[in-house]
C-alpha cells in the first residue's frame, strides 16, 4: 500500500466516524420521535435542528468542491433551520439520508484513485479536497459528539445502552 493509498484509508474512515468517535447513524438510533423538537436545558436548539446543521454543512462543503458557481449560504442563518422549523419523522429520517447521500458523494470522490487529493480545487486555489475532507469530518464528529451529550442531558438514549 503506498502513502496515498493509506491516506485515502484513513480519510475514509474518518468519515465513517469510528475509532475516536462515533458516527452520526449511531449517535441518532433509536432517538424517540417525540423528543426531536424538544430544546434541551440552555440550548437554542432541537436535537432535529442540529442534525440538519450537520447535513446542511456537509451539503455546502460538497457543492462547494464539486460546483465553481456555487455560492454558499448566508453565516450562520443559512446552515441551520429556522427557530420555527418543526420536524415530523419523516423530516427526521430526510435529514438522515440527506446527509447519508452527500456522504457516500464526498466518499466516493476520496476513493477514486484518479483525484488528486492535495492538489488545489481547479476553482479555488489554496482547497483541497484533503482540506475540504478533513474539514467536513471534524465538523461531524464535532457536532455529533455534542449531539450525543444532548442525549444524555435530555435522557434519550435507550435503557439498555452500554457507555
Known amino acids: 500500500m503506498t502513502a496515498i493509498d493509506d491516506l485515502r484509508a484513513q480519510l475514509l474512515d474518518l468519515l465513517d466516524g469510528g475509532h475516536a468517535h462515533m458516527s452520526l447513524d449511531q449517535a441518532a438510533a433509536a432517538f424517540p420521535m417525540e423528543r426531536i423538537n424538544?430544546?434541551?436545558?440552555n440550548v437554542p436548539y432541537s436535537p432535529w435542528a442540529l442534525l440538519e446543521h450537520i447535513r446542511r454543512t456537509q451539503e455546502d462543503i460538497l457543492r462547494f468542491i464539486e460546483d465553481p458557481d456555487y455560492k454558499s449560504p448566508p453565516w450562520p442563518k443559512g446552515y441551520w433551520p429556522s427557530d420555527d422549523d418543526l420536524a415530523d419523522e419523516a423530516q427526521w429520517e430526510s435529514t438522515l439520508d440527506g446527509y447519508r447521500c452527500d456522504l457516500k458523494a464526498l466518499r466516493a470522490m476520496v476513493e477514486d484513485t484518479g483525484t488528486d487529493l492535495t492538489g488545489d480545487l481547479p476553482h479555488a486555489p489554496g482547497y483541497?479536497?484533503?482540506?475540504?475532507?478533513?474539514?467536513?469530518?471534524?465538523h461531524a464528529a464535532y457536532h455529533t459528539g455534542e449531539f450525543a451529550i444532548l442525549r444524555q442531558v435530555m435522557g434519550t438514549w435507550p435503557p439498555d445502552r452500554s457507555a
Do not use: M, T, W
Not at 38 to 41: T, V
Open 38 to 41: 424538544d430544546h434541551p436545558p
Open 128 to 138: 483541497s479536497l484533503l482540506r475540504e475532507i478533513l474539514l467536513v469530518s471534524d
